[in-house]
């Protein structure tokens, strides 16, 4: 074990000195490479691929300029990030938000090609986007800025080379721009994004599923304790797609979710956020762009409690609940958070973002037993449902809801299974961290291994 400490240290020396200025994917990279030691240790053959497979294949970085309302002429820098093809096409995500650059691009494609290999199904990992912001953007600038941005991203992507989908700020509108723009630049009408309108080759469940999955890896978590999501009372933050829909299904299993949040502050229900409620969250961010401030207005039961950046903690994780489902951004939950999440004697912790939770915090719920399902395993039911997305347009079908969840559902049963069973077959049953990470990393290494040195 102490040459594979050694090795894996030397490999991150050379990731730090490399790109000494990208602080998320040096994050990301450790926290893979510090838990897969155990497999290393056992299969040093698997040690030859690490130099590479924290390295991408590809990195694109372009210019994207844009016209807005008043005319006047701006340019954003647009990314895409193909990561690792040992399995199949590049897939992942889009983001459009200020705070994008290559570092963080590159966490998010990392843990992108484990997420993918453990959804069962032949997708690479990628992740690209860009620093514009669609926040008060009128439809016309958002389309201007789509169309501009698939314009250059048209000339690396393709069905069968890289499938992108939607992530923070990239909607079903934003792929609707950017689908028809390549279509027009291409001339082709093939599943090029997924996360596309029913009418023209999405599916069913799309907008569900990473909500969805969560819920259902939460589920397989809690059998293995002996217990269930009925009667549990739920923390979760965030108030887009992946919030909405967690609350949903919990919703629908009995429990009671109480918070939800945006980046202006969060509220906490003691009711339970119902159907109704959650009816006016969905319409209040998806249709109005609102605030969840105006949740506590429209409900007397609810106390809106703003962002307060003097203290050292998120007020939200200190609200006590047997689940907690961080679905809101990256390193959401801190070490202080953690302990707070632990004194209120949490079941699980589990990831709707990608990941909310920082070092700090991981080792907490590690040293507390907590149950905690880590976003590349927990969260992979949005990619799961992009790749029967990418099925059905290969086909040109489409299947019901019924079909679609019920493939949901079991591919995240499976996904659970073998983190599970990887975390029983090396010492450790329920360490989810490192059963994830060694199952989605011994796929994706066997491939490599097999295509010889590319």
Not at 23 to 51: M, N, R
Not at 156 to 166: C, F, L, N, R, Y
Not at 252 to 264: H, I, M, N, P, Y
Not at 356 to 361: I, K, L, N, V
């Amino acid at each position: 074990m102490a040459n594979v400490d050694a090795f894996v240290a030397d490999v991150l020396a050379k990731l730090v000195a490399r790109d000494p200025n990208q602080p998320e994917f040096k994050q990301a990279a450790e926290e893979v490479l510090d838990s897969i030691k155990p497999c290393l240790a056992k299969h040093p053959k698997y040690l030859s691929v690490l130099e590479r497979i924290i390295e991408p294949e590809r990195l694109i970085q372009f210019r994207v300029p844009w016209i807005d309302d008043q005319g006047v002429l701006h340019t954003n820098r647009g990314f895409r990030v193909q990561f690792s093809s040992a399995i199949g096409p590049y897939k992942g995500g889009l983001r459009f938000h200020p705070t994008v650059n290559q570092s963080i691009l590159k966490f998010l494609g990392f843990e992108q090609i484990f997420k993918n290999a453990l959804t069962t199904l032949p997708m690479g990992g990628g992740k690209g986007g860009s620093d514009f912001d669609p926040k008060g953007k009128s439809d016309r600038e958002v389309m201007a800025f789509c169309q501009s941005f698939m314009q250059e991203l048209s000339k690396h992507i393709g069905a069968d080379t890289d499938v992108p989908a939607g992530d923070i700020g990239v909607g079903g509108r934003e792929i609707g721009y950017m689908f028809g723009q390549y279509k027009k630049s291409r001339n082709e009408f093939v599943g090029v994004l997924t996360g596309k309108g029913l009418e023209w080759g999405g599916s069913l469940i799309r907008p569900e599923a990473t909500g969805y999955g969560a819920v259902y890896f939460c589920e397989e978590m809690l059998k293995v304790k002996g217990q269930k999501i009925a009667g549990k009372t739920a923390v979760v933050s965030g108030s887009g797609n992946v919030c909405q829909y967690t609350i949903e299904k919990l919703n629908q299993l009995g429990a009671k979710v109480v918070t939800c949040s945006d980046s202006s502050g969060f509220i906490y229900d003691a009711d339970g956020i119902s159907e109704e409620k959650l009816a006016f969250i969905m319409d209040l961010k998806n249709n109005k762009r609102g605030r969840i401030s105006e949740y506590a207005k429209a409900f007397p039961s609810a106390v809106f409690t703003p962002v307060d950046k003097s203290k050292d903690y998120n007020p939200i994780w200190a609200v006590k609940a047997d689940l907690y489902f961080p679905s809101a951004t990256q390193n959401e939950i801190n070490e202080k958070d953690a302990k707070n999440i632990a004194a209120n004697k949490a079941l699980t912790v589990v990831e709707g973002a990608n990941m909310p939770s920082t070092p700090e915090a991981i080792k907490v719920y590690m040293d507390n037993g907590i149950g905690y399902g880590l976003g590349k395993a927990a969260n992979a039911g949005g990619v799961a449902c992009s790749g029967l997305e990418m099925s059905q347009n290969s086909v040109r079908c489409a299947w019901t809801r019924e079909e679609v969840d019920a493939k949901l559902h079991a591919i995240m049963i499976e996904i659970h299974r073998n983190a599970y069973d990887t975390s029983v077959e090396y010492g450790q049953p329920g360490n989810y961290v490192l059963g994830a990470n060694i199952a989605g990393f011994t796929k994706v290494a066997e491939s490599m291994i097999s295509q010889g040195v590319v």
